[in-house]
C-alpha cells in the first residue's frame, strides 16, 4: 500500500507553520544520521497540528521515496496525533528552528503525544493511538 503523500502547499508559499514558535525541542540519534523534532502547532495534510518530524541525513531507501512525493523533496516523514506516519515533501524551507539534544541508545524522549526510543538498530517513534514509525538508515518502518 502506498503511503499517505504529505504535501505542504502553504510552504512552498513561505507561510511559516510554526510563526512564532521560537526554537522547537527536538533529538539526534548518537551518530546524528537519524533527527526528530516536536511541533505543538504543525501544518499537516490533516491541518495544523501537534507534528513530530523525522528526518535522516543518509537513508539506503531516499531515492524510492524521493519518487513518492507528488511535490518537493523528501526529507522524511511526518507524524500526527492520530494516524499513521506521512511523507514530508515539503516544497521549501520549512522554517522550524530547533535545538537538538543527543537521544542515547536505550532511551526514551517523549513531547506531547509521542514517544521515541532510540537503539542501536536505529528509532522508533509512536502517537498515543500506537501508530509509529521505525528509522535507520537502511530501512524503515510505517504503521
Request: aromatic share 10%.
Amino acid at each position: 500500500m502506498k503511503l499517505s503523500i504529505l504535501m505542504c502547499g502553504a510552504l512552498a508559499l513561505g507561510v511559516c507553520a510554526s510563526a512564532g514558535a521560537g526554537v522547537l525541542p527536538g533529538f539526534h540519534s548518537p551518530t546524528g544520521n537519524i533527527k526528530c523534532y516536536y511541533n505543538p502547532h504543525g501544518l499537516s495534510s490533516r491541518g495544523f497540528t501537534p507534528v513530530l518530524r523525522c528526518g535522516l541525513d543518509h537513508a539506503d531507501y531516499a531515492m524510492r521515496l524521493q519518487s513518492r512525493c507528488e511535490a518537493g523533496d523528501w526529507h522524511g516523514f511526518t507524524l500526527t496525533p492520530t494516524g499513521r506516519p506521512l511523507l514530508f515533501c515539503p516544497g521549501g524551507a520549512s522554517g522550524d528552528r530547533v535545538a537538538f539534544t543527543t537521544l542515547a541508545y536505550g532511551r526514551s524522549w517523549r513531547r506531547g503525544p509521542f514517544t521515541c526510543t532510540s537503539r542501536t538498530t536505529g528509532v522508533t517513534c509512536q502517537n498515543r493511538r500506537g501508530h509509529g514509525l521505525f528509522v535507520s538508515r537502511q530501512a524503515f518502518n510505517t504503521w
